[in-house]
């Protein structure tokens, strides 16, 4: 199961969370496959855009070998398909996939090497990813991919800033990312408001991703969705009344 238990904070802790910093324009989403930015990620997207601010999505694989019964070829497509839906809910404009082969990604220069291109191409403030540990919550295992992809992109950041270090790229060195952020790691530090609109949002954004979640349950697409934003991530509060995201922010 993919439905990640990665309520925003334990309770005991919510006052030990500092206030998101967003003085900043540009953010890129760097993660390894369609719909990791639709588990938690795009409710604060939403806000972000919102505010007239830039997110870049850029994945590192198109997500092909996530389905059981769906061969690479067709799924890798379809993949790509539902995520494009997906960004129109939160105020996305750009996404791109970098091919690398899904299930087998590997941490190392390769991959420093793409992600540090990226990063100088879109120029971030903010580049978010998401948890890179061996587990979500303590007991849920983690992808590899994840584990690879997060881990690449904290020394990316600072590759893309290193002109010695990948010379042979094009794109001019970029020193202006002023935070990593990550979600859904196990000590986060900071927290990011959402209001009903985002959360709205975030619930369209995760159900685009249909052909997936129809293979993880029998549930209504759209129940699966909130259960996910509403009750793991936001810990089952009032969408109305809004919550909190929280991300563990490295400077």
Same mark, same amino acid.
């Given at each position: 199961?993919?439905?990640?238990?990665?309520?925003?904070?334990?309770?005991?802790?919510?006052?030990?969370?500092?206030?998101?910093?967003? $003085?900043?324009?540009?953010?890129? !989403?760097?993660?390894?496959?369609? &719909?990791?930015?639709?588990? =938690?990620? #795009?409710?604060?997207?939403?806000?972000?855009?919102?505010?007239?601010?830039?997110?870049?999505?850029?994945?590192?694989?198109?997500?092909?070998?996530?389905?059981?019964?769906?061969?690479?070829?067709?799924?890798?497509?379809?993949?790509?398909?539902?995520?494009?839906?997906?960004?129109?809910?939160?105020?996305?404009?750009?996404?791109?996939?970098?091919?690398?082969?899904?299930?087998?990604?590997?941490?190392?220069?390769?991959?420093?090497?793409?992600?540090?291109?990226?990063?100088?191409?879109?120029?971030?403030?903010?580049?978010?990813?998401?948890?890179? $540990?061996?587990?979500?919550?303590? !007991?849920?295992?983690?992808?590899? &991919?994840?584990?690879?992809? =997060?881990? #690449?992109?904290?020394?990316?950041?600072?590759?893309?800033?290193?002109?010695?270090?990948?010379?042979?790229?094009?794109?001019?060195?970029?020193?202006?990312?002023?935070?990593?952020?990550?979600?859904?790691?196990?000590?986060?530090?900071?927290?990011?408001?959402?209001?009903?609109?985002?959360?709205?949002?975030?619930?369209?954004?995760?159900?685009?991703?249909?052909?997936?979640?129809?293979?993880?349950?029998?549930?209504?697409?759209?129940?699966?969705?909130?259960?996910?934003?509403?009750?793991?991530?936001?810990?089952?509060?009032?969408?109305?009344?809004?919550?909190?995201?929280?991300?563990? !922010?490295?400077?």
């Amino acid at each position: 199961m993919k439905y990640w238990q990665v309520t925003a904070y334990r309770e005991e802790s919510r006052h030990e969370l500092e206030l998101f910093d967003e $003085d900043w324009n540009r953010a890129l !989403v760097l993660m390894a496959h369609p &719909d990791d930015p639709e588990y =938690g990620t #795009a409710l604060a997207v939403n806000r972000w855009t919102g505010q007239g601010k830039e997110v870049s999505y850029v994945l590192a694989t198109s997500g092909e070998a996530g389905i059981e019964g769906i061969a690479p070829a067709q799924s890798g497509p379809l993949r790509e398909a539902e995520q494009q839906r997906a960004i129109g809910h939160v105020g996305v404009q750009n996404l791109e996939f970098l091919g690398m082969p899904d299930g087998r990604l590997e941490y190392g220069l390769q991959m420093r090497r793409k992600f540090a291109q990226k990063i100088r191409a879109y120029r971030p403030d903010v580049v978010i990813t998401l948890n890179f $540990d061996r587990a979500f919550g303590g !007991v849920n295992r983690n992808s590899a &991919d994840h584990q690879a992809v =997060g881990r #690449a992109v904290l020394d990316s950041v600072s590759d893309a800033a290193n002109s010695w270090i990948f010379p042979d790229l094009e794109e001019p060195v970029w020193t202006g990312v002023r935070m990593i952020a990550v979600f859904a790691d196990e000590s986060p530090t900071h927290y990011v408001p959402v209001g009903e609109a985002d959360i709205t949002a975030a619930i369209a954004a995760l159900s685009e991703h249909r052909e997936y979640l129809t293979r993880l349950s029998e549930d209504p697409i759209e129940e699966q969705a909130r259960a996910q934003v509403v009750d793991r991530v936001l810990g089952g509060i009032d969408p109305a009344a809004g919550g909190e995201v929280a991300f563990r !922010v490295y400077n």
